[in-house]
């Protein structure tokens, strides 16, 4: 099929037409005015159409009169109205045009990007919903484990209040004294593990920092390695240690350490100095939970100004030399 340059170029021309109204439509949407104009004109372009139609359709010679004349005169008006028709130029593509093809494509094509579009943001949706859902399974799940737990709670308070109702006083004081006793005894056994968990810390960790700050060396916790060695030499008076005199006397291992401050005597002197920054804690902690108010401190020691800093303790308001456990039961009860 032979299509002229003409013809193409009107295509090409229709088309940048309606890409840029697609443009300006796109950037600017149509108001309500704007709208109700552009459909008047279409329906005034259809009008027009359908009147041209039926204009082409008027021109019947089948109902002619018999006079010959007339019938001459008829024929010569259709051929005047068919050779100006042939003449002017046709507003629709011819049967063999390319451009309903083109603008089905263009169509087609738009349709297919806008399918994408959707696919894309469907598929981000259903991720989206996806993750919802699982959250929404656990926390379904987690209600369920609360709510079945609420209810053994509550079946157990009920079957205890029933038990309690059956019971004498005597059998329900009974009961109470022995869950006080079985408290008592776990706290007991809590309290020693603690107690032997801090006696560790002391002796192994604290001790050497102690010893380090009380003889003039960094305050405790800038030095977390401090060898009996350093502090058998002692520091300057900057704070930096001495240089060793001797060998470094070969430390004892951490189990046999441990032996000698479970065994040690209280009339006994310290072996060096980080086993005399030991007793010293060890003898402070021990007064002070004895104690129901101050105690008096012997001097101002490094063991003293650390229970401070960690918050255990607190100096009296007027007198640095009194010293007492800080009351965390009153502070929680605030």
Known sequence: MDISVQTVQKIQKFAE????????????????????VYTRRLDAT?????????????????????????????ARRAKKAYDSLLKSDDELPATDSVLPSL?????????????????????????????????????LRDSESIASGLRE??????????????????????????????QNKELDRTSASLKVSLDKFIDETLAPMLAAEDLGGPTVGDAFEVSDATLKAG???????????????????????????MKRNAEEAPINKREAAAREMHGLLDAMLEADSYIDLERDSASSRFLVRAKVAQFHPRDARRLRLIDFGRSLGH
């Open 46 to 74: 259809l009008q027009g159409l359908q009147e041209q139609l039926r204009e082409r359709n008027s021109l019947d010679l089948t109902e002619a009169g018999t006079d010959s004349w007339a019938r001459i005169s008829q």
């Open 103 to 139: 603008l089905a494509i263009e169509e087609t094509v738009r349709l297919v990007q806008e399918n994408k579009i959707s696919v894309k943001m469907t598929a981000e949706q259903l991720s989206v919903d996806r993750e919802r859902l699982r959250v929404e399974e656990a926390n």
């Open 153 to 182: 709670r509550i079946q157990r308070i009920r079957n205890a209040n029933t038990k309690k109702e059956e019971q004498t006083p005597s059998q329900v004081a009974r009961e109470q004294l022995a869950l006080q006793k079985k």
């Open 235 to 261: 520091y300057t008076a900057h704070g930096k240690p001495k240089k060793q005199k001797e060998p470094a006397e070969a430390e004892d291992g951490t189990q046999q350490r441990i032996d000698k401050f």
């Open 17 to 36: 037409k309606r890409q840029e109204a697609e443009q300006e439509s796109s950037k600017e949407p149509l108001g309500g005015t704007a709208l109700h």
